[in-house]
């Protein structure tokens, strides 16, 4: 039988490391040393720390795409634009992590980082590639109601302490509210 890869410790060693000490703080040694490997053996996997944080990404984007399909109920082919849009901003408001935050708006500037989070938006909403000006009404309440969703992470990031479940769910009951019965 095939060992395991020890990739997804690693990954979950520098979110550690990420979330106990900062993004500057992550490092290969410091990695390695929170994953009780040597740096040989995470440079096996990741032989530079692009590489890691390419990986981290790729990691968290395939979280973010699970999340899609449980908070919709199905791939992301056989649901309406109306069924996709309902089913991300349930799972983007959701409570997410200092570190989730952090890294996402680390991503946007390196092409490696944001490449994972775009193949799974575009795998979802593959009518994006449409002009705002030539969206129809449904389109443009999905764009909005994907964007507030969006927009809950940096408004979260501004507060002392994160979101009450109460809170959550009326914040996320009301962007749900754009969007208008099915």
Known sequence: MARPSARPKLIEAALTV????????????????????????????????????????????????????????????????????????????????????RLIMEAANEPDWIAPWERVYRRWFPEEEQSVETLDELSLRCLVARMAADGSWGYESMLTSPLSPRARERLTASILDVLGEE
């Open 18 to 101: 990420v979330a106990e000490r900062g993004i500057a703080a992550l490092t290969l040694d410091a990695v390695a040393e929170e994953a009780g490997v040597t740096k040989r053996g995470l440079i096996y996997h990741f032989p530079s720390k692009h590489a890691l944080l390419t990986g981290i990404h790729e990691d968290l984007a395939a979280r973010m795409e699970r999340e899609l399909l449980d908070a919709t109920g199905q791939e992301p082919e056989g649901a309406s634009l109306l069924e996709r849009t309902r089913g991300y901003v349930r799972a983007a408001t959701r409570s997410p992590t200092n570190v989730e935050m």
